[in-house]
Structures are given as C-alpha cells and as structure tokens.
C-alpha cells in the first residue's frame, strides 16, 4: 500500500476575489468578521463558487458584504494567501485575484462577512496602518498613491 499523501500535497488552492473600488479619492473598505485576517481592515471579497467567473464573484461579494453595486473592470493584481498551522501544515491557501471596480451605486453597510464598511481616504489609512491586512495595504498604497498623482 502507497504511503498516504497529506492535505497539502494533495490539496488545491482556492480562487478568491478582493474588490478594489476607488470613489472620491477613497478606497472601500471591510473589517472582516472571518478568518483569514478576522477582525482586520481589508478590501471586501471572498470566494469564487464554481462555474462563477471573476467579474461575477466580485460583484456578488461586494455587494453582499457592502450593499454597494460596482462594475468590475480589470483585474488589478493577484495574491497568494498562504497559512499554515504550527506544525508547518498547510491550513489554507487562497490566490485572490483583486478587481478594480467602478461604483455605481450604495452606500457602504455593514453585511455577511464584514462587521464594519466604509470608505477611506489615503491619510485615514495610513492612520490604520497596524489595523489593515498587509495585502490591503499594498493594493491601497498603489491604488490611492496612484489617484494622487493625477
């Protein structure tokens, strides 16, 4: 008999999506209420179901951890979120594929996995730093560093 695989080798990542919706110089914001980064600020988002292509996820997600509608445009970046436990197994692995997003309508409201929404600005963020996921951080930095420079 074969020697039996672990999770991690047999394991697949998982695809997700981070919505990245940029209004009035502000990014849209989430404290997530789960894990991974519970309790943390980060862009809202969360799992592609089968069948569901990236625009779609992202739409879905943003809309019901925010109530707010967007067009996803282009994807902006993907991540790799990766944990493991202190035995050094795998626990997770999702590759997060950000949207850039064009709002359209809604105001922010709390819903599903997010405990708090809002919008920020560069300076409020910044602010925040030791609060916000470092995922989020980088794509804030790059997607407001970027709105200022115009």
Same mark, same amino acid.
């Given at each position: 008999m074969p020697p039996s695989s672990s999770a991690a080798e047999t394991a697949f990542p998982a695809a997700a999506v981070s919505c990245a919706v940029v209004r009035e110089g502000r990014l849209l914001m989430i404290r997530r209420r789960n894990p991974p980064n519970a309790g943390r600020l980060a862009l809202p988002g969360g799992k592609v179901t089968a069948g569901e292509c990236l625009a779609a996820a992202a739409r879905r997600e943003l809309f +019901? +951890?925010? !109530?707010? =509608? *967007? #067009? *996803?445009?282009t994807p902006f970046t993907a991540i790799d979120v990766i944990e493991h436990? *202190? =035995? !050094? #197994?795998l626990r997770f692995h999702y590759v997060v594929v950000v949207m850039r997003m064009a709002w359209e309508a809604g105001e922010p409201v709390a819903g599903d996995d997010a405990t708090h929404a809002c919008w920020m600005d560069l300076e409020t963020l910044s602010a925040a730093a030791g609060d916000i996921c470092a995922t989020a951080s980088e794509v804030a930095l790059q997607l407001l560093g970027a709105e200022n420079q115009r």
């Open positions: +019901e +951890e925010t !109530g707010v =509608q *967007a #067009r *996803a445009c436990d *202190a =035995q !050094g #197994r």
